[in-house]
């Protein structure tokens, strides 16, 4: 190599004389590249529509990836015969996932536990396919809003602000991000709060007498305080045949405040730490050669979240009330996170399933706007319930939907019956799931 060639060592000198700003415009922009904005994308993609894709995080997945939830939950039916709530993208990741050994079913409430790197490549590989414009590392922070519609978002990248605009948006971001910055009316926990996850993944660990849920929480409840762990009802999911164990042993506070939230992202992290050398002190058999393979990012469950059209109710959940509206489904139980030492746990029955409206997903004042994931409006008990994987990806699948039927009209006006028609197999379809 000659190191003397001018084209080796080059550079050229340059200056900021005014911000770089770009534009980019689409059919449809979704806002949160977690599952429920993934599958919106996908659905939308699929349906011909130009979509561009934002999230905040390097990496597509949200916390499905990033945060290693490990676990689709409420995408099955409850009892001894599961079958599928879900399909759209969820067919296809069962599908795939399931075909190279990275899904195994947990029949304590059938949850899949899924590799999350496999998911990771899944999702990366679908979304060059269908072409989708993605654009990372991207914060909204501020939004156009007249005349009852979203025009466009300005976002910020360490690259330079990005505008986007589009006839429609699904707003997935988890914290409300569109409507919250278009001046839409948002919810937040109203007492209290709600906290979060630390989720890691501990490798080499010796399968050989695990120890089962009642003996993990009754170690937690004797020796957690020795050790500084608070939470005395936590999980370590073990992925058979692989020595991997996703634990989700803490509660951590997921505040709406930039300085808070970076305090609390580290407080996760020494949480996790304190997780571990409990484990490897109470279970030195199965986990004292364990070390850490992936550490999440903070996991969030509720932050922020839409006042919708209608709103999901506890009453409705446990009623297993099907609105005329409804376009998603689940049997997850109510799963509230408001004490840092339990959980509550209220499961459901055995052929129980109730529905999320399509009013839950739309705030009154905008025509173009459709909310998914784990900001639909639901009270807080409520939005415990479908504010996980499977019914995420309903309701990104009915977005996309609902945007395509309005065009640049309103989703307000849409035919809730052309609605349910294309997101029929997420109210009615009942195959059996076979790992």
């Known amino acids: 190599m000659d190191l003397t060639d001018t084209s080796l060592t080059a550079t050229r000198i340059t ?16 806002v949160g590249a977690g599952i429920s904005g993934i599958s919106a994308a996908v659905e939308a ?5 130009s979509v561009v894709l934002l999230d905040a995080l390097p990496r597509l997945g949200g916390q499905a990836v990033n945060g290693i939830i490990g676990t689709f939950a409420g995408l099955l039916s409850n009892g001894p015969d599961p079958y599928r709530l879900t399909y759209g993208i969820a067919t296809d990741i069962l599908r795939d996932l399931g075909a190279t050994g990275d899904l195994h079913l947990r029949r304590r409430h059938n949850t899949v536990m899924y590799d999350e790197g496999a998911l990771s490549r899944w999702i990366e590989a679908t979304v060059d396919e269908l072409g989708i414009t993605v654009v990372l590392n991207a914060v909204v922070r ?5 005349d009852r519609r979203v025009r466009s978002l300005e976002v910020a990248t360490r690259y330079g602000d990005v505008r986007v605009s589009a006839t429609g948006f699904v707003d997935a971001s988890g914290d409300a991000a569109v409507a919250w910055h278009a001046g839409l009316d948002c919810r937040e926990v109203g007492a209290g709060t709600v906290y979060g996850s630390q989720k890691i993944v501990l490798e080499n660990v010796d399968e050989t007498g695990y120890p089962s849920l009642e003996e993990l929480r009754a170690a937690l409840r004797e020796s957690g305080d020795r050790y500084g762990v608070r939470r005395k009802d936590g999980l370590a999911n073990l992925f058979p045949g692989r020595g991997t164990v996703t634990l989700n042993i803490g509660h951590i506070e997921t505040p709406l405040h930039p300085l808070q939230m970076s305090e609390r992202a580290r407080e996760g992290r020494q949480d996790a730490a304190r997780v571990i050398a409990f484990l490897k002190g109470e279970f030195p ?3 004292g050669r364990a070390r850490v393979k992936a550490a999440g990012l903070l996991g969030i469950r509720q932050t922020r979240w839409i006042v919708g059209r209608d709103q999901l109710t506890t009453a409705a959940v446990l009623d297993a009330r099907r609105p005329a509206d409804a376009v998603a ?6 799963e509230l996170h408001n004490e840092v030492e339990t959980s509550i746990w209220e499961p459901l029955p055995e052929g129980h399933v109730h529905y999320v409206p399509f009013g839950a997903q739309v705030p009154p004042g905008a025509d173009n706007l459709v909310a998914a994931g784990r900001c639909i ?4 008990a409520a939005l415990s319930s479908v504010r996980v994987m499977g019914p995420c990806i309903a309701t990104g699948a009915a977005a996309a939907h609902a945007l395509d039927l309005a065009g640049d009209g309103s989703v307000h006006e849409i035919e809730i019956a052309r609605l349910q028609e294309r997101v029929a197999d997420n109210l009615t379809r009942a195959d059996p799931y076979r790992p």
């Open 15 to 30: 200056r900021k004389t005014r911000p770089a700003s770009f534009s980019v415009g689409a059919d449809i922009c979704v």
């Open 377 to 380: 409006d639901g009270d807080v």
């Open 142 to 146: 501020s939004a156009s809003f007249a």
């Open 285 to 287: 058999g199965t986990f």
């Open 45 to 49: 993609a699929r349906l011909g529509r």
């Open 329 to 334: 489904r689940t049997g997850w139980g109510v």
